[in-house]
């Protein structure tokens, strides 16, 4: 067990953050688009005094901090671990107590020119043919015969930073009869036959981008697009469950780790020398073995940026018992279902943990007592506030 002065310990800051890299190839933001460049100039900014901040004095020990504001836009690794807690508190209120399983939807190669050229209607298409995929199935008396709720999210990258655009998605180990009174469970340790979900996944998908590419929905400058659908359907496909999660506090630290993950993290940085920036990397094929990647800084940044999501585009989204127009509803009648016949898994039964009562923000770092108050703001573009005693209000 970890002493409570480690469980609030606040992680090392990196050496090396994404926005030293930035800096690095500043000559390229003039030539980037809209979005690029408004993401790039955020990341440049967080926690700068370009965003301005507030001082915090700890009410024990007397320390001082200058915090500045962070960018909070969604590509930026400053700017998910507090938006990472306050979701997961969110959704900690809609988890049952059953298996989850998490299942993959990947696509091959070959269409990844047709999802780059219109990535916001393409990733709609995706996430449709996912779920669509994964109700079909669940829906059939032979697998499961039931209504089951799911997460989805939007994964574009790999280790390397390439592009590879993939769908993880959290599902409930079973799921609520037609009925609407029965809770209908999955073999435990299993969900549904992957190969099933693999042929149905391509069929739907392809369908799917044959009849926008027929209506111009989507456009490639290839001469036969329809060329790469007929050769992806030739392939099969990988559509891969993981083992069942031990239980719901794991589901929820799982969540928040997917659901507000970037490209990159500052900790993967490893170096940074004159035009060229070394990061870390998970080698799957070989155990996970961490391994050490160079790219020139324009290389780097090119990489990056293919993984921008569409502005106003939801990576996350709900789906059965867990759409958002029906939750609550739903939710009740499952977790009455379940109560009514007193499902024996005590692994899983217990209400989860909250995520964020290991961790407080506001917590002072020196001493690991006291909490940190604000007293006062650093406006914009300065660097210091004189703090008076009649502006300290109690962090949120």
């Known amino acids: 067990m970890l002493s409570t002065a480690a469980r609030h310990r606040r ?23 809209g979005q690029q460049a408004r993401v790039v100039r955020a990341i440049l900014r967080c926690r700068t005094a370009a965003l301005g901040g507030h001082i915090q004095h700890c009410d024990s020990c007397g320390h001082s901090e200058i ?75 032979k697998n499961l015969g039931a209504k089951i709720g799911f997460s989805c999210v939007l994964h574009t990258w790999t280790q390397t930073l390439l ?29 549904f036959p992957v190969r099933i979900l693999s042929r149905l996944f391509r069929a739907k998908l392809l369908h799917k981008l044959e009849l926008n590419l027929k209506n111009g929905s989507l456009r490639t400058f290839e001469p036969d697009p329809r060329a790469r659908l007929r050769a992806a359907a030739r ?16 589901v929820l630290r799982y969540l928040g780790r997917y659901t507000h993950r970037v490209a990159i993290s500052n900790h993967r940085l490893v170096a940074l020398d004159g035009s060229r920036v070394t990061f870390s990397w998970k080698d799957r094929a070989h155990g996970d073995a961490t391994r050490l990647l160079t790219l020139d800084v324009g290389e780097f940044l090119r990489r990056f940026l293919l993984h ?41 039964s217990q209400p989860p943990r909250s995520a964020t009562a290991e961790e407080d923000p506001h917590r002072c770092p020196r001493c690991e007592n006291g909490r940190l108050l604000i007293i006062a703001v650093v406006l914009p573009g300065r660097r210091h506030a004189t703090p008076t005693p009649s502006t300290r209000v109690r962090a949120p």
């Open 163 to 191: 592009y590879h655009p993939h769908i993880h998605c959290i599902v409930t180990g079973g799921g609520l009869h037609p009925d609407g009174d029965r809770w209908v469970a999955a073999k435990p340790g299993f969900l």
């Open 235 to 250: 392939k099969d496909w990988v559509v891969y469950s993981k083992p069942p999660f031990a239980g719901p506090e794991q």
């Open 11 to 33: 992680p090392s800051r990196p050496q090396i953050e994404l926005a030293d890299v930035f800096r690095r190839c500043t000559d390229w933001i003039p030539r980037l688009d």
């Open 308 to 348: 921008l999501v569409p502005a106003g585009m939801m990576r996350i989204r709900h789906y059965g018992l867990l759409a958002n127009p029906t939750r609550r509803r739903l939710l009740e009648r499952s977790r009455l279902a379940l109560a009514n016949q007193a499902t024996s898994r005590p692994d899983t």
């Open 67 to 141: 915090h500045y504001n962070s960018c909070r836009n969604r590509h930026c690794p400053k700017c998910q671990g507090s938006q990472q807690f306050r979701w997961i508190e969110a959704q900690q209120r809609h988890l049952l107590p059953v298996e989850y399983h998490h299942v993959v939807f990947t696509i091959p190669d070959r269409l990844h020119t047709i999802l780059r050229a219109h990535p916001r209607r393409a990733y709609g298409l995706l996430f449709a043919a996912v779920a669509e995929t994964l109700q079909e199935v669940a829906r059939n008396p």
